[in-house]
């Protein structure tokens, strides 16, 4: 009896969707193309940071060698970049990380999933639109902070900010009915800042090479040292030293300050996940979104690559300043009225990264809420613009509230989480999904067909009891297509990868280079060769898609990692608010989302059953393991 009834439990939490990806059905407003994507995903991911973080880490990490550290990070964030294209080309409905979790490992991790995601965009949002605010305050002399000073200062540090940002809050509100008046408005809005922002880009490029000197670049301390002290010419105010100026030369802090500055650049990329949110509303999201994906990485890289050459050639890296990089390095080669322009262009930055921001937020809050998983008022769609109003307006003015209040300072980390954690998810439902012996996108695709599908054959997750376990199996599988055998296979062989590399990075990063930890790091490196060769070597699905992820299962497995050792390395009071936050989130989930979801609605009794041109289609994993012989014939045609 309870073995029965937590079985019943463990099916409820691990029940997948199974969703129509006929593009022609869609609640939403169908109107963005290509150009409209990569617009957004580059003013999503190329925000402010570029006018600030290349400072910063070359200062302190990287010196001139910060272009290695953005080329590792770029590599990393194209991993995920990769994933992502795939889903949008399997999946390509709203909801991205959620809705990819769902289809795959079930309805509790995409509830994980779309709860931090939710967390993340609401944080971003805020402390985006009080940067805004700072930075419009900066050009204008600081007088929206001496008036709110005076009037309006709150008195209760560490809870709330030192003064209410009523800027911020105008901000938010503006977009926010920007993006209640149509997607279409607000893609044009952000296409219109992200090429300002480009060309701004671009023009520092030019003007940093130009003024640059290549000596910059190749430095050398005692030369340095030994002019600073007959000098007292310095734009920075702090003394120079030897620790500041490193071994000198193009890698100062060498490889281990390559490596930092990477980990800290890693972050520069997060932001192009927002256009996989866009499935329902982009013409052909098929090929759009994997297109999109890649080309605003790679745009975003270039940018990130240039501007931070540029900046280094232009002043001595040990002399840049931390947080107004750009405009100290163009004073310093003597064009100071550069400066007005790159203070445009970061305004212009934060309005599309605001704006990339808030885009997504309601699109997952709509598809959760569709889903059942959240309040059906959360569900609602503006009968004319085609936007999911009510999503839109309260996450607007959540995001409104919490930059209204508070410094958000201590909170910016829980969007890490969040986002990383999403990779993290969408990397290994990859990993699962290419070694199962029938994919959900042949499922779908049956959708849209013409010609009477056979009805599809329930099947159970685990292998049958004609299918064993055995070394051969393993690592010479007789079958060149896959199998629930297989497939099974890969499913532990990915958890138990998940759950070793959580192993592996607390380990690395709380043991260090100390004996017992090289060694414990030995044998779970080992553990997790093992685990990858054995997924390796089963067959995978041949199921023809727009884009695929290449080099499986390395790609995936490279992501995880990356995502889940970032993640680890996130302070103890990260992590407590993360768990606070799960918490009520667990109780919305097991008091409502657990009883109201749609796919709970499906299994049950007397419940009108989920079809395919009038033939029942399972609700539950099974519909994605077995798929007649005769559609694979077809898919191969």
């Known amino acids: 009896m309870i073995l029965t009834t937590l079985k019943d439990i463990g099916r409820q939490l691990l029940r997948v969707k199974v969703v129509d990806c006929n593009t022609d059905d869609s609640r939403l407003s169908r109107c963005l193309n290509t150009f409209d994507l990569v617009a957004l995903g580059v003013g999503s991911t190329l925000g402010a940071g570029v006018y600030v973080l290349a400072g910063a880490v070359a200062r302190d990490d990287s010196g001139p060698a910060i272009v290695l550290s953005f ?45 931090n995601l939710i967390l993340s965009y609401i944080i971003g949002t805020s402390s985006v639109a009080r940067a805004w605010s700072a930075t419009f305050d900066e050009v204008i002399g600081r007088q929206i902070e001496a008036f709110c000073r005076q009037h309006m200062s709150m008195n209760a540090p560490g809870v709330l900010a030192e003064y209410p940002d009523i800027f911020a809050v105008f901000i938010i509100i503006l977009l926010t009915g920007l993006l209640a008046f149509g997607v279409k408005e607000s893609a044009l809005v952000t296409k219109v800042f992200t090429c300002i922002n480009v060309l701004v880009l671009l023009s520092v490029m030019v003007s940093g090479f130009i003024k640059g000197d290549l000596k910059n670049w190749n430095l050398n301390p005692d030369e340095v040292l030994n002019a600073t002290r007959n000098s007292s010419f310095n734009f920075t105010g702090a003394p120079v030293s030897q620790e500041s100026l490193g071994e000198g030369g193009f890698l100062p802090f060498g490889w281990t300050g390559v490596l930092s500055g990477a980990a800290t650049c890693f972050y520069a990329f997060i932001g192009f996940d927002c256009i996989a949110t866009t499935g329902e509303e982009v013409k052909n999201p098929q090929r759009a979104i994997p297109v999109g994906i890649v080309a605003s990485l ?14 280094t050639v232009m002043m001595p890296y040990y002399l840049l300043d931390k947080s107004s990089p750009l405009p100290v390095a163009f ?18 930055a934060l ?20 889903d059942g998983l959240l309040f059906k008022c959360l569900a609602k769609i503006h009968s004319r613009t085609k936007t999911p109003i009510t999503a839109t307006v309260i996450s607007g003015v959540v995001a409104a509230v919490m930059a209204f209040l508070f410094d958000l300072k201590d909170l910016v980390d829980l969007m890490s989480i969040g986002t990383l954690l999403a990779y993290t998810l ?24 013409q010609e009477e599908a056979e009805p599809l054959h329930h099947a159970d997750i685990l292998p049958r009891a004609d299918h064993h376990f055995s070394v051969t199996s393993l690592l010479s599988p007789a079958n060149m297509e896959p199998t629930p055998l297989s497939g099974f296979t890969v499913n532990i062989c990915t958890s138990l990868l998940g ?15 100390r004996p017992w930890s090289l060694a414990v790091l030995g044998v779970l490196m080992a553990i997790c060769m093992v685990a990858t060769f054995v997924v390796w070597r089963q067959p995978q699905c041949k199921a023809k898609l727009a884009f695929k992820v290449p080099l499986l299962p390395f790609v995936p497995l490279a992501s995880m990692f990356i995502n889940i050792y970032l993640m680890m390395q996130l302070d103890r009071g990260t992590w407590m608010r993360f768990a606070i ?30 079809t395919i041109r009038g033939e029942p289609m399972a609700t539950d994993k099974q519909a994605f393991i077995h798929i007649p012989k005769s559609i694979r014939e077809d898919d191969d045609i």
Not at 83 to 93: D, I
């Open 499 to 513: 759950v070793l590399m959580c192993c592996f990075s607390v380990v690395a990063v709380q043991g260090g280079l």
């Open 71 to 115: 080329l590792i990070a770029a590599f990393a964030s194209v991993l995920a970049g990769l994933c992502y294209a795939e889903f949008g080309a399997r999946v390509p409905k709203t909801g991205s990380a959620y809705l990819y979790s769902y289809v795959t490992v079930g309805e509790l991790w995409a509830f994980i999933t779309g709860w």
């Open 426 to 449: 969408v990397a290994a439902c990859v990993l699962i999904l290419r070694y199962q012996p029938g994919q959900p996108s042949q499922a779908y695709e049956m959708a849209s067909t």
């Open 331 to 348: 004073k310093y080669v003597g064009w100071e009225g550069v400066t007005y322009g790159v203070a445009f262009g970061s305004l212009c």
């Open 581 to 610: 936050w799960m918490a009520l989130g667990f109780l919305i989930y097991f008091g409502y989302g657990i009883r109201n979801s749609a796919e709970a609605a499906m299994s049950r009794p007397n419940s009108p059953a989920c």
């Open 298 to 311: 790679l745009i975003c890289f270039v940018a990130y690559f240039g501007v931070s050459a540029a900046l």
């Open 351 to 370: 309005s599309t990264s605001l704006l990339g921001t808030m885009l997504p937020m309601p699109r997952v809050i709509w598809a959760m809420a569709d």
